[in-house]
């Protein structure tokens, strides 16, 4: 089945580490995107990118990293810049950037400070 | 800037009931709005989508309407049932070839069999 595949499910990061999401798509979708929820908030755009080479920054991009070197993946990488990481980070992606399509979101990656 | 209300953050109601959910956004230039469906520690599915041109959309026993005059969007649950319990969310686009939506927080629908 074609869908968003986000890895881990769970990932812990000590002070002063860089760690790295996995976000990975087979829908053949042009456009990708990170969200960052925290409890009893709505989502909050972190970085999206329209097609492969090209990404934007969204809302709260200050401590974050992306790249976008393939159509199906979208790493995001928390940085030790990023001094309260601890969160709920949702990928999702969409046919072409152009919000009259909906957006297919992953399962998510909850990430927390050792 | 645009932002979105979703009223009230917690609702409960037996089986069998019709319900409507709110959501509020303050600007009335906008190009789409989406709802959508979170389970708990899941990612969000989309179940609606309706654009500007357009006054409301349905799929099975949702509908969800848009009022762009009022800034305001309801979803309709008819017959609800236990596993509909979920945290809704809804999300507005401003502008043509906006990348970004603006999500309300949420309104937690508890089903009650």
């Known amino acids: 089945d074609g869908g968003i595949t986000q890895s881990p499910k769970y990932l812990f990061r000590k002070e002063g580490q860089n760690v790295t999401l996995s976000c990975e798509q087979n829908l053949n979708h042009d456009a990708m995107y990170w969200y960052r929820q925290d409890p009893g908030q709505g989502l909050r755009l972190i970085y999206y990118?329209?097609?492969?080479?090209?990404?934007q920054k969204g809302d709260i991009a200050e401590g974050y990293s992306v790249s976008r070197e393939k159509k199906e993946s979208f790493p995001l990488t928390v940085t030790s810049a990023q001094k309260n990481p601890t969160a709920f980070y949702l990928c999702a992606s969409s046919t072409t950037g152009y919000s009259n399509q909906p957006q297919h979101f992953g399962d998510g990656t909850r990430l927390s400070i050792l | 800037k645009q932002e979105v209300t979703q009223i009230p953050a917690a609702l409960s109601v037996p089986e069998g009931e019709n319900l409507v959910l709110n959501c509020s956004f303050t600007d009335s230039a906008i190009y789409n709005l989406q709802w959508f469906r979170q389970d708990p520690g899941k990612g969000l599915t989309s179940l609606l989508l309706?654009?500007?041109?357009?006054r409301e959309q349905t799929s099975g026993r949702l509908n969800a309407s848009l009022d762009k005059s009022s800034g305001r969007s309801t979803l309709y649950i008819a017959a609800s049932q236990p596993g509909d319990s979920a945290t809704y969310l809804c999300a507005a686009s401003s502008g043509a070839g906006s990348y970004q939506l603006t999500f309300g927080k949420g309104t937690k629908l508890s089903v009650i069999p």
């Open positions: 990118s329209q097609i492969v080479n090209d990404f």
């Open positions: 309706i654009q500007s041109s357009q």
